[in-house]
């Protein structure tokens, strides 16, 4: 049901121009104050504990809610939430509002607002994109934090990476495998420049950054159909 769900998500956002970016609250500068008012002891001296204790609760909060749901509503209870959820967490329109000229930073836009959330949304439903989408905004609240930048690097570590495949794909292959060879086996970073790196390969004279963030999510919906088909016919 994840692909329905982000075919939905994407459909809504890019032919009803209703994006999320607009709608979304800062909730992490206030959470962190509060939470370290309260656990600064049980924190001090200890960097990665203060990372769990900081995102382990949006995650179990997420995990008693859509259990909550699904026993409450059922499957379409559970799907409507998800719908909702990913539309916050996803924002398409940011390709439509790119012109023929923007710059290569849109890259790391796409990544951030769409290719990463999906990938973790769809391997690992919603509580995955509650925790990859919590330690990306702490990590941008926390920015001298540096277990914070561990964590987010292992997170990106794979989806990087298919991002980088996807774009040799959907642009020039051979100029972009060879950087992806190149940086496949790099020890995890919080770099999510490597994005833009893999894309300004992948341009040709005749392509935009658009045209080709664009084919590469038309590549991801196919793989993501052909996955759900599998396991529904396996």
């Known amino acids: 049901m994840s692909f329905i769900v982000i075919l939905a998500c994407i459909a809504v956002q890019w032919f009803l121009n209703l994006g999320s970016t607009a709608y979304q609250f800062q909730w992490a500068g206030g959470y962190v104050s509060w939470m ?3 656990f600064s002891a049980l924190a001090q001296g ?3 504990f203060g990372v769990l204790l900081l995102v382990l609760p949006v995650v179990i909060a997420a995990s008693l809610v859509f259990t909550i749901v699904y026993h409450l509503l059922g499957h379409v209870g559970y799907l409507v939430l998800s719908l909702l959820l990913l539309w916050y967490c996803i924002d398409a329109v940011i390709l439509k509002q790119s012109s023929a000229s923007s710059t290569s930073a849109l890259f790391v836009q796409s990544y951030q607002k769409l290719f990463a959330p999906l990938f973790w949304y769809f391997v690992f439903g919603p509580v995955g994109l509650v925790l990859y989408v919590t330690v990306a905004t702490l990590r941008t609240q926390l920015s001298t934090e540096k277990f914070f930048g561990l964590t987010l690097g292992v997170l990106d570590w794979v989806p990087i990476r298919i991002v980088g495949l996807t774009f040799a794909l959907a642009g020039n292959f051979g100029a972009v495998f060879k950087v992806w060879a190149k940086n496949v086996f790099q020890n995890v970073a919080d770099n999510q420049n490597q994005v833009k790196v893999y894309g300004e390969a992948a341009l040709s004279t005749d392509s935009t950054a658009f045209n080709l963030v664009f084919r590469a999510i038309l590549i991801w919906l ?5 996955i759900t088909v599998a396991h529904w016919f396996g």
């Open 36 to 38: 370290r008012r309260k």
């Open 222 to 226: 196919v793989i993501m159909l052909l």
């Open 46 to 48: 200890h960097a990665l």
